[in-house]
């Protein structure tokens, strides 16, 4: 089964940035089209962000213009770059394969990884 493994949260003020990185344990980034999600506690976990396998990105809109996805098929990792980061985008932030036109996760890969805190607060 192939785990996830997401890092480079933390605490950071209103207005700073921030990069994420989801490490995929298979070679699965050139067969799948991969999200950024992110979980605030009490609520849903929501799709923020999209990549297909060639590259087409998009993303929700209350990010739109300030995150930016990427990914490098060579090493297994989904990138997340954070701009202009708000109060209200502290979060658990999540990778996972994603069904592009239904933005939703594919139920077949099962489990999630643990997720990165991220705390946007002065």
């Known amino acids: 089964q192939v785990e996830f493994v997401e890092s480079g949260g933390g605490l950071v003020q209103p207005g700073g940035s921030l990069r994420l990185s989801c490490v995929a344990s298979e070679n699965i980034l050139g067969t799948y089209h991969m999200g950024w999600y992110r979980q605030i506690p009490g609520q849903e976990r929501e799709l923020i962000a999209q990549?297909?396998?060639?590259?087409?990105?998009r993303y929700a809109e209350d990010v739109k213009g300030r995150f930016i996805i990427s990914r490098d098929k060579s090493k297994n990792i989904v990138y997340l770059q954070m701009n202009s980061l708000q109060t209200e985008d502290t979060a658990v932030y999540y990778c996972f394969p994603t069904d592009w036109n239904k933005g939703e996760p594919l139920p077949s890969f099962g489990t999630w990884g643990r997720g990165t805190q991220v705390t946007v607060s002065s």
């Open positions: 990549i297909t396998t060639f590259g087409l990105t």
